[in-house]
């Protein structure tokens, strides 16, 4: 007899991988033990937990906070497994963290190395994505952390500031004598304007620029901070960027700030983890070397 765990375990399997085929090949189950589990499982709480599709399934509305809830339970249950090995191995783990490029180029790195050096025997592993693609992964139980740029507003999610950074705006050569004096928000949309495409950071400068009742429309919309950099060093237009990120260009004068008269609000980089899942003890370990370090870093 299915327990009802395994039921959960069985719905959990199918809700990531939105299909009952991938989700037998994962389990070693056969697909109509699969459907009838999951048959089981929607008679028992009366309720639809999925749409059947001819390419896959999805999940209906009380599937999806089903699956929040499950995902999380389970991740609970996988740490204190953890804690368990841990415990008998002493300094044997892994977790995975969840970072975008940018903030793993210009902050995480140096982390990374004191944390290898440190714990040799302990096991990273690197997930890339926007900042939602990584909520959303440490949320589907897919990384232990998620490193990214706040504010981030989930009750579900413990967050903590690390490091507060600068959004500001960069011009090249070209641009000089046009910014040689501080320049009005409304002045500055007037001028090509660069960002990035899909981001927590441009939302958040965005929504500073609504407040003063200005929308922007960029001229380019780029995928990486390093090519709002290149692209604003070839005069291609303004680009919207993090100061603290590029100081390199900053300070061979390469690029130039926008002296704003009126500065975008600071805001920050953080740590976000699942509420009540306790970390592993090698993702404990990684987030203390940051907190201890993190007033060091610039």
Not at 126 to 151: F, R, S
Not at 174 to 184: A, D, I, L, N, W
Not at 225 to 237: D, Q, R, S, T, V
Request: net charge positive; glycine share 4%.
């Amino acid at each position: 007899m299915v327990s009802k765990l395994d039921l959960y375990h069985l719905f959990y399997t199918v809700g990531k991988n939105k299909s009952f085929s991938k989700a037998a090949k994962e389990l070693y189950m056969s697909q109509p033990a699969i459907s009838q589990s999951i048959a089981q499982l929607e008679k028992e709480l009366a309720t639809r937990l999925f749409n059947r599709l001819s390419k896959g399934v999805t999940l209906t509305d009380e599937g999806n906070l089903l699956f929040e809830y499950v995902s999380s339970a389970l991740q609970f249950i996988q740490a204190g497994e953890e804690k368990l090995l841990e415990f008998k191995n002493l300094m044997i783990g892994e977790f995975k963290i969840g970072v975008s490029d940018t903030i793993s180029r210009y902050f995480l790195l140096p982390y990374l190395e004191t944390f290898h050096n440190r714990y040799p025997n302990l096991k990273f592993k690197i997930v890339n994505g926007t900042t939602w693609e990584i909520i959303a992964a440490l949320k589907a139980g897919e990384v232990n952390i998620a490193i990214c740029n706040l504010p981030i507003d989930d009750k579900s999610l413990e967050v903590k500031p690390l490091l507060e950074i600068q959004d500001t705006f960069v011009y090249g050569e070209k641009y000089r004598k046009v910014f040689s004096k501080p320049m009005k928000l409304e002045e500055l949309v007037k001028f090509p304007l660069i960002l990035l495409d899909n981001s927590n950071s441009r939302r958040y400068v965005e929504e500073f620029f609504l407040t003063k009742g200005i929308k922007i429309r960029p001229e380019f919309e780029l995928g990486s901070h390093e090519l709002l950099l290149e692209f604003a060093k070839i005069n291609l237009g303004v680009a919207c960027v993090t100061k603290e990120f590029s100081e390199q260009f900053l300070k061979k004068g390469l690029l130039h700030e926008v002296i704003l008269k009126e500065p975008i609000p600071k805001r920050s980089i953080g740590i976000c983890y699942i509420k009540n899942v306790p970390l592993n003890r090698a993702a404990e370990r990684f987030v203390d070397i940051i907190e201890k370090n993190i007033r060091n870093f610039f």
